[in-house]
């Protein structure tokens, strides 16, 4: 059973930073997926960023700006989030895929299988 806490929510004003961390117990980094999926308030969860056996993804919105990272030794994941906005608020899940993603068209496709309990971001202009 893989049990997830996320850590490292807060406020920030626009244009600043955070660094979010994962520990994710009983995953095994060498397979699956885990990543980063957010829902900003009256809207669906939508996806991140995700890890799977070395490649990484990011959607659009944050492309560019935010960092997924891991240290499997410590069963970690990390986002760093730079040149956060007003629309990068929202609550920040971690959550773990044990099976990779189908890749198509460089998007993944998957289930998550386990979720943490999330962390709040909030980003004032």
């Known amino acids: 059973e893989v049990h997830i806490v996320e850590s490292g929510g807060g406020f920030v004003q626009a244009g600043g930073s955070l660094r979010l961390s994962c520990a994710a117990s009983?995953?095994?980094?060498?397979?699956?997926?885990i990543g980063w999926v957010r829902q900003a308030p009256g809207k669906e969860r939508m996806g991140v960023s995700i890890?799977?056996?070395?490649?990484?993804w990011y959607s659009s919105s944050v492309k560019g700006r935010f960092t997924i990272s891991s240290d499997n030794a410590k069963n970690m994941v990390y986002l760093q989030m730079d040149s956060l906005n007003v629309e990068d608020t929202a609550i920040y899940y971690c959550?773990?895929?044990?099976?990779?993603?189908?890749?198509?068209?460089?998007?993944?496709?998957?289930?998550?299988?386990?979720w943490g309990q999330g962390t709040q971001v909030t980003v004032s202009s």
């Open positions: 009983g995953f095994t980094f060498d397979s699956g997926a």
């Open positions: 959550a773990v895929s044990q099976q990779a993603p189908e890749w198509v068209g460089g998007m993944p496709l998957l289930t998550w299988d386990s």
């Open positions: 890890l799977s056996e070395g490649r990484t």
